[in-house]
């Protein structure tokens, strides 16, 4: 009984901690995928030094889609830890 | 390739000895080819070389790899390691949509196009992190599967067979109207014939060995894209700026093209009006249409089924989140190019045609002509008496082609760009073979996640649960011939450019299965009753706007109180209403694009590709509303939703094998 009790316990703080990553890797995908892209006239008034790009054209066309590669190579670790931490990995 | 029918670990742990021996030999071919081009060999040699090459390398990887095991068929035995599995998730993912259409998207409408771009890339975050992991734990064969198990019973997994077989099947329409244009293009074919000729490519590779067979094909057909895609580009990169990454040297590109948009605008080549500045926001989609675009290829994107079952094929569910992360890498590599090519080619299209006298136009531009895809003078381009004829009706006619003399299919960009930048022909029979490796490894994949279904969920689950595996099999072998060529029908009639098609499939998956998806792992208490509800009203409100506006924007206006869609620069209408509805024909001319309201009407001033938009959050709030009216689901049920947000254990659901 306290083993299931204890097994429950840990189920909601693993899910817990689950969410809360999904929702600031979320609050990251929207700002870059969405609010950046609302002030592309005024980065366009920058111009990348060296590669001559406007600052706004350039994060739709490259630099979001960065982010968003890095964003999941990052999630897959940490979620990982995640399960690591209570228990609940993959055996290797 | 060493594919014994147990397991195949010899052929697992030597995959990269096998991809790069693979890789190496394409290269050589392309070498090869290069030097018969020197020695005099014609074009349409090259051209047929390339294609039958490749297609019998992907034929002989499928008969390889085929399989009459009930796991393999489905899964891949569950044994694709995850950054082999991103990288024929790319193949699968990278549609014609994608190589052939995103850069000249990109071309005809500069920075609004890069929607496209985001849209594609950034709903692979919403994958990993929402869905994929967690199906992959659960253990399905198809997504409806899952809907099926989740939401109990056959009512809802009837739904997700239609949601799938809807977007599934308009999405490979696309791709074979894409392996058509290829093939009548290199090949010399009737585009009709030619869409039936792909359509066995596409069938070779997939009827035979399932996803065991689709999955390393789809690695092979990556490798030849990818090394497609970026080969004109860094050419034309280095030629122009001296340095081989186009990635970093188009922002100097882009500047050349505003400065060359100047110089036209001065020199009487293009008007205020016909000019698109390159890097302009909002000058084709108004900002509600740009983010509605991104938002709905992104969360289209999380609920394609046929990306979704890709997933399932992984050892772990670790290995599906490192896989998801591969594929967006592997995404990335060609999306972040899309712009640099379409940058390239417009430079080389605004230089090398806009400003040129009539009688130099070259004669490579007149294949693409007889096709119909370039017009000049608003005749098709088939010939240079054509031409001259066509522009000596026009008034005044300076006897140069102008920026608005010239029109160019979007989906033409791509496969054209190294005949307009004058490189050799050995480069264009390259890009061709990428495309046809893009489209063929989409449509496959696409064909096999409809004709799971069709066999696994219609057949075994709901008519016949007792039959067996090999009439399954055979089952899924037929329904597949018959959707393909249904499909290949249907892209015949050409009903609409490649890039339009896709979004609608899209949009069409995130009303149908996103919000059910979510609410499933997310939402405990999501109940059966309410997804099936939200399904309903989710999907059947985007698949009403889409059809209404496409097919019947007449009784769209009479009845349901559509508009006419704002052009983004101006603001003006897109169509006078009132006048179209005077004509004899307003409510009728059911398919044709032709019809003066088609696509130009609906609500919000919202475009039809964005119709998930309309139905995803209707979806959510249904499933919402109707789960807390009812009763909680079973505790046994919220068990099992707890047991596949652990990765540790035993899938939920346990398939017989045999």
Redesign the interface.
């Given at each position: 009984m306290a083993d299931s009790a204890n097994l429950k316990q840990r189920?909601e703080a693993?899910?817990a901690k689950?969410?809360r990553?999904?929702f600031t890797?979320?609050g990251v995908?929207f700002f870059?995928?969405?609010v950046i892209?609302?002030f592309?006239?005024p980065l366009?008034n920058i111009i990348?030094p060296v590669?001559?790009?406007?600052l706004?054209?350039?994060m739709?066309?490259?630099g979001?889609?960065?982010i968003?590669?890095v964003?999941?190579?990052v999630?897959?670790k940490q979620?990982?830890k995640i399960?690591r931490e209570f228990?609940?990995?993959?055996?290797d | 390739m060493a594919t014994r029918t147990s397991g195949g670990t010899d052929f697992l742990s030597n995959l990269g000895k096998i991809y790069g021996f693979y890789t190496g030999g394409f290269l050589a071919f392309v070498i090869l080819l290069a030097v018969l081009e020197q020695v005099g060999v014609p074009n349409k040699i090259l051209g047929y070389l390339f294609v039958f090459f490749t297609l019998a390398v992907y034929a002989i990887i499928g008969i390889l790899s085929r399989t009459a095991q009930v796991s393999e068929y489905y899964v891949a035995g569950r044994s694709v390691p995850a950054f082999y599995n991103g990288m024929a998730t790319g193949a699968d993912w990278m549609s014609a949509a994608s190589f052939v259409g995103m850069a000249g998207t990109l071309f005809l409408l500069g920075y609004d196009g890069l929607a496209w771009v985001l849209g594609w890339t950034g709903g692979f975050v919403l994958v990993s992190i929402l869905i994929g992991p967690y199906l992959r734990k659960f253990g399905a064969y198809t997504v409806p599967d899952f809907l099926a198990f989740r939401y109990g019973g056959n009512f809802a997994r009837g739904l997700g067979v239609i949601v799938l077989v809807a977007c599934s099947f308009t999405y490979v329409t696309a791709q074979i109207y894409g392996t058509g244009l290829i093939a009548s293009r290199f090949l010399g074919m009737q585009f009709e014939l030619a869409v039936f000729a792909g359509l066995v490519g596409i069938l070779v590779c997939s009827m035979l060995g399932g996803m065991r067979a689709v999955t390393w094909t789809q690695v092979a057909q990556y490798i030849v894209l990818i090394i497609a895609y970026l080969t004109p580009i860094v050419i034309l990169s280095t030629k122009n700026y001296g340095f081989p990454i186009p990635e970093l040297t188009y922002g100097q590109a882009i500047a050349d093209i505003t400065a060359r948009e100047q110089e036209m605008l001065a020199t009487g080549l293009t008007t205020a009006a016909t000019l698109k500045p390159h890097i302009q926001p909002f000058f084709n989609y108004t900002p509600l249409n740009f983010f509605a675009i991104i938002m709905c290829m992104m969360v289209g994107t999380a609920s394609l089924p046929h990306i979704l079952m890709r997933y399932f094929t992984t050892p772990s569910v670790r290995e599906a989140r490192q896989s998801v992360a591969w594929s967006l890498l592997f995404i990335f590599l060609l999306y972040f190019s899309a712009p640099a090519y379409a940058a390239f080619s417009k430079l080389e299209v605004y230089t090398n045609i806009i400003g040129r006298d009539l009688s130099a136009i070259r004669p490579w531009l007149f294949s693409w002509g007889e096709l119909g895809l370039i017009q000049i003078c608003g005749k098709n381009a088939a010939s240079i008496d054509a031409v001259i004829a066509a522009c000596k009706a026009i008034a005044d006619h300076p006897g140069v082609v102008r920026l608005q003399d010239f029109v160019i299919n979007t989906d033409v960009i791509v496969l054209s760009t190294p005949e307009i930048a004058g490189l050799p022909y050995v480069i264009s029979g390259l890009v061709a073979a990428g495309g046809l490796a893009a489209a063929l490894s989409t449509a496959d994949g696409l064909l096999l996640a409809i004709a799971n279904a069709l066999s696994h969920d219609v057949y075994y689950k709901m008519v016949d649960p007792n039959a067996p595996t090999a009439r399954r099999l055979i089952v899924a072998r037929v329904l597949l011939l018959i959707v393909a060529v249904v499909a290949a029908a249907t892209a015949a009639t050409k009903p609409g450019d490649i890039l339009a098609m896709v979004g609608w499939a899209f949009s069409l998956a995130m009303a149908g299965n996103f919000p059910a998806l979510v609410m499933g792992v997310w939402w405990k208490r999501a109940t059966a009753t309410g997804a099936i509800c939200g399904i309903i009203a989710g999907f059947g409100l985007c698949l009403f706007y889409l059809v209404t506006t496409r097919y019947f924007p007449g009784a769209g206006v009479k009845y349901f109180g559509m508009t006419s869609l704002l052009n983004a620069a101006t603001g003006a209408p897109l169509v006078d209403i009132a006048k179209a509805m005077a004509l004899p024909n307003a409510m009728e001319s059911f398919p044709t694009l032709a019809h003066p309201l088609a696509n130009k009407v609906g609500w919000f001033n919202l475009t039809n590709i964005a119709c998930g938009l309309l139905g995803a959050p209707l979806g959510f709030a249904v499933i919402y509303i109707v789960s807390k009216l009812g009763r909680e689901p079973s505790a046994e049920m919220q068990a099992y939703v707890d047991d596949i947000r652990k990765p540790r254990g035993r899938t939920v659901l346990e398939e017989k094998t045999t």
């Open positions: 189920e693993h899910w689950t969410s990553l999904m890797h979320l995908w870059f995928g969405f892209h609302m592309v006239k366009n990348i590669l001559g790009f406007p706004g054209f350039y739709a066309a490259q979001s889609l960065i968003f590669v964003m999941l190579f999630f897959a979620q990982d399960d228990g609940f990995a993959e055996e | -």
